[in-house]
Antibody
Framework: QVQLVESGGGVVQPGGSLRLSCAAS????????MHWVRQAPGKGLEWVAF????????YYPESVKGRFTISRDNSKNTLYLQMNSLRAEDTAVYYC????????????????WGQGTMVTVSS | AIRMTQSPSSLSASTGDRVTITCRAS??????LAWYQQKPGKAPKLLIY???TLQSGVPSRFSGSGSGTDFTLTISCLQSEDFATYYC??????????FGQGTRLEIK
């Protein structure tokens, strides 16, 4: 079945780095844009990054721009999020999500979500 | 950035009730709006996209309406499994994609 499975979360010190992975299965990964979304403990949802289906275009909010990098390996059906210069406010559950629209550089709703991986930034 | 404001922030209702959650955008977003349901400890689930299109597999008691700046999510006959937190999301203007702050639907 269609599935996204995140990994790579953990505890990291402020200023440190972490790389998250998201393994996709059950759909043609290379045809869909992909997103990362986070949720701080007890808080709402915050969109973190988008990458076009072919990797040619990426978007970020100002809160992570210059610190986070989204990438993908379509040969491995895997999405990544490289997080550098981590801050306490980056502490959250990180979800990867599939864009409902295929074969386009336009963003749309998110129809498939992973179970999330927890990132804790603390000394 | 487009700001999405949901009301109410929390809501108490009983099984069988009809409930409506409102989402207002700070500027015109046409129909580029989605609704998600999230239960504690779980990932969000897409309910509605393009303001009124029901996602496959979602019960027909869920419906969405609106365009421009004002949108509603209606649950026609609450079931026990519907008690959760609901989020609206705009994808008209980005970056950033933005979500509402959430509406917590609780059992009365």
């Amino acid at each position: 079945q269609v599935q996204l499975v995140e990994s790579g979360g953990g505890v990291v010190q402020p200023g440190g780095s972490l790389r998250l992975s998201c393994a996709a299965s059950g759909f043609t990964f290379s045809s869909y844009g992909m997103h990362w979304v986070r949720q701080a403990p007890g808080k709402g949802l915050e969109w973190v990054a988008f990458i076009r289906y072919d990797g040619s275009n990426k978007y970020y909010p100002e809160s992570v721009k210059g610190r986070f990098t989204i990438s993908r390996d379509n040969s491995k059906n895997t999405l990544y999020l490289q997080m550098n210069s981590l801050r306490a406010e980056d502490t959250a559950v990180y979800y990867c999500a599939k864009d409902i629209r295929g074969g386009s550089g336009l963003l749309d709703a998110f129809d498939i979500w992973g179970q999330g991986t927890m990132v804790t930034v603390s000394s | 950035a487009i700001r999405m404001t949901q009301s109410p922030s929390s809501l108490s209702a009983s099984t069988g009730d009809r409930v409506t959650i409102t989402c207002r955008a700070s500027q015109d977003i046409s129909s580029y709006l989605a609704w998600y349901q999230q239960k504690p400890g779980k990932a969000p689930k897409l309910l509605i996209y393009a303001a009124s299109t029901l996602q496959s597999g979602v019960p027909s008691r869920f419906s969405g309406s609106g365009s421009g700046t004002d949108f509603t999510l209606t649950i026609s006959c609450l079931q026990s499994e519907d008690f959760a937190t609901y989020y609206c999301q705009q994808y008209y203007s980005y970056p950033p994609i933005t979500f509402g702050q959430g509406t917590r639907l609780e059992i009365k």
